[in-house]
């Protein structure tokens, strides 16, 4: 599975968009890009994968660049609640999820 | 519909005992993991089973075995515990390979 590159960190004002960058310039043709968060000390929670479509659901939007090296989370209008890590996970059809260290997003008053 | 049921939430363990870590899952998922988080780290993968009884291992398999001989259950085995293997363990289901994942709430397992 490709490598991902996430920023340990990154801060929100609340009610803004929160965008949070995912490097995974080796990315091949048949792997997924799926993101997860993990808010404090709860179990990861799926928040939305694609695979070279941008993707939206009731959570968040999925932007991926043409060249699949890269993509963005999008949470549309941050709250206090999704303060979290959140996982970038680069993977295959049938492999299972590696997860790294994530950004910490801080949504702040 | 419960999800994904952890259980216990809560252990302590002295070195050398044993123990068995419960996952049970109530949507019929086929696919099925366990991993562990320690402090400040990402979750890193135990062992995984893509169907009843099927397993295989992950990235840190040693000194736990897992069995899953009912669909709906993942059970993780503690033979021996050690100190190193002080930390939370998470449980996830999927249906089928293009799904993510459902999580549990975790189990915090100490060993003194």
């Known amino acids: 599975d490709a490598k991902t590159t996430q920023p340990p960190s990154m801060d929100c004002a609340e009610g803004r968009a929160a965008n949070l960058p995912c490097n995974h310039s080796?990315?091949?043709?048949?792997?997924?890009v799926y993101w997860y968060r993990q808010i404090h000390s709860q179990g990861p929670q799926y928040i939305i994968h694609?695979?070279?479509n941008n993707e939206t659901n009731e959570m968040a939007s999925l932007i991926i660049t043409e060249d699949r090296k890269s993509s963005t989370l999008i949470l549309p209008h941050a709250t206090l609640r999704d303060t979290a890590v959140y996982y970038c996970?680069?993977?295959?059809?049938?492999?299972?999820?590696?997860f790294g260290a994530g950004t910490r997003l801080t949504v702040k008053p | 519909n419960a999800g994904v049921t952890q259980t216990p939430k809560f252990r302590v363990l002295k070195t050398g005992q044993s123990m068995t870590l419960l996952c049970a899952q109530d949507?019929?998922?086929?696919?099925m993991y366990w991993y562990r988080q320690d402090p400040g780290m990402g979750l890193r993968l135990i062992h995984y089973?893509?169907?009843?009884?099927?397993?295989a291992k992950g990235e840190v398999p040693d000194g736990y075995n897992v069995s899953r001989l009912k669909k709906q259950n993942f059970l993780l085995g503690l033979e021996s515990a050690a100190p190193s293997q002080t930390s939370v363990y998470f449980c996830?289901?999927?249906?089928?390979?293009?799904?993510?994942?459902?999580f549990g709430s975790g189990t915090r397992l100490t060993v003194v």
């Open positions: 996830a289901s999927r249906p089928t390979a293009n799904y993510g994942y459902t």
């Open positions: 080796t990315i091949s043709g048949n792997e997924y």
């Open positions: 694609g695979l070279k």
């Open positions: 996970i680069v993977r295959g059809f049938n492999n299972d999820m590696r």
């Open positions: 949507m019929n998922h086929e696919y």
């Open positions: 089973s893509v169907g009843e009884g099927t397993t």
